[in-house]
Each structure stands twice: as structure tokens, then as C-alpha cells.
């Protein structure tokens, strides 16, 4: 591991440019458990909660398991290392940006400026009618299900449900930092959400070198990664980060 964590910030000192894609595993060390697998969400609660035409045919039911997944639970969580580490990366100009496919906010709440959010925030809600958005506070939710202040329409939160699109810009920012990185690290995804899931395959494709950091394997581990650095984010790329220290 030693060896792979040196050539790895070998080749991030000699990057142009260097992305980091993640996914639900980043925010795992924060106590948010990832939607597949041993823990996951699916296995707690019903997906269908985040259907769009199900959402607006009950939306008094599906905002209560809404509001208790991810503003009860979710809403307290912290950032940890690994999205610290990242946010002193772009710092110090070793990363450009980061695609995350996560909703929780941790990047920006750690450090990060340029994120491209591939399925948008839960810190924000969006009004279904007229598109005013509200940041979230704890009085949004007094009576359910919220509903928008100028124009009494249902507010759904501003991350996409399934049958959804993926917000335009943020999709259009990812495909751009997936063709021209020559390092994409890929951290804590198991690469079954697609369009996401793309992403590191479009950055292979355009040349970049995949590393991918995740305590188990994914989709992309025998395809496409390069170097595989077996482990848990936020212990991964504290090493990595004491590495570049020496260095710079
Ligand atoms: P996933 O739920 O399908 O898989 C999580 C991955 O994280 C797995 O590969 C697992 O091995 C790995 N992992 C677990 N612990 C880890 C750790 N400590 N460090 C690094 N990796 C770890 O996740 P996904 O591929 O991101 O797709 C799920 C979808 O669910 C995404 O679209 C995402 O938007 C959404 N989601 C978001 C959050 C969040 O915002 N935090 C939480 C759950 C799900």
C-alpha cells in the first residue's frame, strides 16, 4: 500500500489537471450510509419515496420519510477527512474539481469551491411551480408537506428524484472535467448509477489515469482502475495528503 500511495502522489505532482469523482462512500466516515449493501438505506426504507410521479401523488407520506432520511438524519452529519483533504488538494492546486453524485453539501462545508453537483443539494428546496428556492431551516418543516411562500405549491427538495434529469450545468461541467483530467480519482462508488457512473469511463477513454480508492470493489476496479488503493476514504487520502505535504 506504501508503494502505491507514493506512485500515486507521484503522478498527482506531475498532473495538468486532476479530478475527483464521489459517491456515497466518501460520506460514509460521516455517518451517512451509502443507499446499496450491508447498512444501505434501500434496505431500511422505500425507494419509491423519491419516485417523482409517486412523490406528487402522496406527497404528504413521501415528504415525512423524506424529511426524517435526509434532514433528520442526514442534516446533523459533519464532513470528515477525506472531504478536508480534498478541499486543501484544490488549495494547493492539486485538484481542479470535484464531481460528486452525493447531495449532502460535505464538500462545501469542508472547503471545496469548484463542485459540480451530478444530482443536486438537500440544503436547498425548490418550489414544483413558480422554482423559488428556499434554503433549508428547521420552521420549513413544521407542517407537512412544505409548501412555497408565494405561490402555495408543493416545494420538493432540490436534488433529483428518480425520473428526473440531471441539472443541466453540473452536467455539462462533469463531462468537460471527465475529457480533459489526466487524473480522475474515483472515491467510494460502486458505479451502478448511470448517467454518474459515466463519468470515469469518459475520463478513461480521453487518456486520464483512474485511481480509485474504495475499501471494496466496484464496476470500475477491474475495467478501468489503474492503481486500486484498498481503504476507507478518509484514511486513504490522509496519506496521501501527509505525502504532498513533504513535498511541497
Ligand atoms: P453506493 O451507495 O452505490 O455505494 C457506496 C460505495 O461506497 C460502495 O462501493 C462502498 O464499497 C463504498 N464505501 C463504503 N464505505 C466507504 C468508505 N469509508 N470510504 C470509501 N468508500 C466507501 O454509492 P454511489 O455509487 O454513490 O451511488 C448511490 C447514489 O446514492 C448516488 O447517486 C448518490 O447520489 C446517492 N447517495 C448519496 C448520499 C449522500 O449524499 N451522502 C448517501 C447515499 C446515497
Redesign the pocket.
Known sequence: MENKIKEVVEIIKKSKRTTAF?????????G??????DG??WNKYDPIVLDLNYFYNNPKESWSVIKEIFYDF?GT?KFNR?HEVLAEMEKQNYLSAVI?????N?HQEAGSEVVHE??GN?KTLVCTSCGKKYTVKDEIFKKLPPKCKECGHLLKPD?IFFGEGIPQIAYQKSIEAAQNSDVFIV???????VP??QMPFIAKQNGAKIIE??????KYTSQITDIFLQ??????LDEVMSRLDKIS
Open positions: 464521489t459517491g456515497a462512500g466518501i460520506s460514509v466516515e460521516s451517512i450510509p451509502p443507499f446499496r449493501g444501505g438505506l442526514f452529519a477525506a460528486t453524485q452525493n447531495i449532502d460535505l451530478f444530482h438537500s436534488f472515491i467510494g462508488s460502486t458505479g451502478e448509477v454518474a457512473s480508492i474504495n475499501p471494496n470493489e466496484s481503504g476507507k476514504a478518509g484514511e486513504v
